[in-house]
Nanobody
C-alpha cells in the first residue's frame, strides 16, 4: 500500500502561479509512474500530466501544455506540479496518483494509488 498526500493548493488570481507537491510513503517510489489529475465541480476526473519513474519522460494534456511542468525528486519521495499562467478554467481539485509500470497512461483506472486531493481556485 502506498500513501499519497498533496499540498500547495489555494486561491490565486488569473495569470498567477502555484506549485503543488505530492509526498509518497513507500520504499520503491522510483519504480512508480506518477500522474496528476483534476476534477472540477460536476465534471469527471481528467488527466493533467504524468512522469516516468526516473523523470526522463513526461506527458501533458493539451490544455496545460506550455503552462504546467511535472517533476519529481526520488530522494524525497515527492512529485511536483508547477502551474504557471493559471486560468479560471484550471479551478479544480487536483489529485496525484501512482501506478506500477512504465507507461504514461492518461486513464484514471490505470493508476493504483490516489491522494486525497488539494483545492486550486483561480479567480478572474
Amino acid at each position: 500500500q502506498v500513501q499519497l498526500v498533496e499540498s500547495g493548493g489555494g486561491l490565486v488570481q488569473a495569470g498567477g502561479s502555484l506549485r503543488l507537491s505530492c509526498a509518497a510513503s513507500g520504499r520503491t517510489f522510483s519504480t512508480y509512474t506518477m500522474g496528476w489529475f483534476r476534477q472540477a465541480p460536476g465534471k469527471e476526473r481528467n488527466f493533467v500530466a504524468a512522469i516516468s519513474g526516473s523523470g526522463g519522460r513526461t506527458y501533458y494534456a493539451d490544455s496545460v501544455k506550455g503552462r504546467f511542468t511535472i517533476s519529481r525528486d526520488n530522494a524525497k519521495n515527492t512529485v511536483f506540479l508547477q502551474m504557471n499562467s493559471l486560468k479560471p478554467e484550471d479551478t479544480a481539485v487536483y489529485y496525484c496518483a501512482a501506478r506500477q509500470g512504465t507507461l504514461l497512461f492518461v486513464g484514471t483506472r490505470r493508476y493504483d494509488y490516489w491522494g486525497q486531493g488539494t483545492q486550486v481556485t483561480v479567480s478572474s
